[in-house]
């Protein structure tokens, strides 16, 4: 099992990584899902994830429920909707459109509701 958590963790962390530069891919769910199996799979390689410089930070704060920045919620909510948009333009089908905008708002509404805010004094180090 521990040899198919580790699998399942490297192939979420490719895809976390992918998703960093694919505004259509989500980034967080990946970067999580790749901590909790590391967690299960490899204490060695959760531990180089959570400490990892750039996605560390992140990983702790979600983990900790501790939130996100204003500004990472900000970016997060104008490549959500840049990618959403220009999908729902170029999709012939009036049901997908109507199903990505949906999608689009369940996922801003979580995004603006459901993640706390950090405070400007508990801010995640800069990349």
């Given amino acids: 099992?521990?040899?198919l958590?580790?699998?399942?963790?490297?192939?979420?962390?490719?895809?976390?990584i992918a998703g960093i530069f694919l505004p259509l891919l989500p980034t967080t769910p990946f970067l999580l899902l790749a901590s909790a199996c590391y967690l299960r799979g490899s204490q060695r390689m959760h531990r180089w994830l959570?400490?990892?410089r750039l996605l560390g930070?992140?990983?702790k704060a979600m983990e900790n429920r501790s939130g996100i920045p204003p500004s990472t919620k900000a970016i997060a909510l104008v490549l959500l909707w840049a990618s959403m948009s220009y999908s729902i333009y170029i999709v012939p089908l009036l049901a997908v459109k109507i199903l990505l905008a949906l999608?689009?708002?369940?996922?801003s509404a979580y995004i603006l509701f459901r993640i706390?805010?950090?405070k400007t004094s508990k801010r995640l180090p800069h990349r």
């Fill in 5 to 16: 958590f580790n699998i399942v963790g490297t192939v979420a962390l490719v895809l976390a």
């Fill in 103 to 107: 999608t689009g708002l369940g996922v």
């Fill in 50 to 52: 959570s400490h990892n």
């Fill in 57 to 59: 930070p992140y990983i």
């Fill in 1 to 3: 099992m521990k040899v």
């Fill in 116 to 118: 706390k805010t950090l």
